[in-house]
């Protein structure tokens, strides 16, 4: 079956550029989420969808990054003004958001993000 | 200091080994702890899921958790070079209605034939 994907798998931008990052979660998970793993780290929580609204985004490292669920599936992740610090791989992960914490997390391949 | 510390490695055994992998974490509200598998360039798979302090195996895999010395472990048998990855522990607080996960940084493992 079909897991959870992410668009671009790779992604170059220049500093001060806007890009956007996309998460297609498991058909039927309610609840999303975004992380970032810097190079040689385990993943940083960035923030938590539960259906459409973000219950959680207490991980976005400041106003520049965003993230939206419109219609409670697809999830992008906005940066703006990409600063060479954002360099990493962000990963999205999806639930069945059915059994809160203990739900099992799938996670996509990830987006590489290099800002030059 | 992080919440959760991990041993980068890298580990490198002979096919065949018993590895052990740990972590330690600071937060004593953690109640749930993971072990995840990441290969190169892909997102990590969850592999074990423990709730509190005690033992689970399942297969070659066995994670162990000693709360009180607030330690995570897992132990892989006859070790395979299909194991090289990179393993990562995850904790969860209890009560949790949601899963935001605290992972540390990921030990790399090697498996040669």
């Known amino acids: 079956g079909a897991g959870v994907s992410q668009t671009p798998s790779n992604k170059v931008t220049e500093k001060g550029k806007y890009v956007e990052l996309r998460c297609d979660p498991i058909?039927?998970?309610?609840?999303l989420y975004w992380y970032r793993q810097s190079l040689g780290q385990g993943p940083e929580f960035l923030i938590y969808f539960q259906g459409t609204g973000a219950a959680d985004d207490s991980g976005l490292p400041n106003d520049r990054f965003f993230a939206v669920r419109p219609e409670g599936s697809v999830s992008t992740l906005k940066i703006q003004r990409t600063e060479r610090g954002d360099s990493a791989v962000y990963l999205c992960?999806?639930?069945?958001?059915?059994?809160?914490?203990?739900?099992?997390?799938?996670f996509g391949p990830g987006t590489r993000l290099t800002v030059l | 200091q992080k919440e959760v510390e991990q041993d980068p490695g890298p580990l490198s055994v002979p096919e065949g080994a018993i590895v052990s992998l740990n972590c330690t974490y600071s937060n004593s509200a953690f109640q749930y702890f993971m072990w995840y598998r990441q290969y190169s360039r892909k997102g990590p798979e969850l592999l074990m899921y423990?709730?509190?302090?005690g033992n689970k195996e399942d297969g070659r895999f066995t994670a162990q958790v000693d709360k009180s010395s607030k330690y995570i472990s897992l132990f892989i048998r006859d070790s395979q070079p299909s194991d090289s990855a990179t393993y990562l522990c995850a904790t969860l607080p209890g009560g949790t209605s949601y899963g935001k996960l605290t992972f540390g940084q990921g030990t790399i493992l090697t498996v040669h034939p």
């Open positions: 992960a999806s639930s069945p958001g059915t059994s809160g914490g203990s739900d099992t997390q799938y």
């Open positions: 058909s039927g998970h309610t609840a």
């Open positions: 423990t709730y509190s302090s």
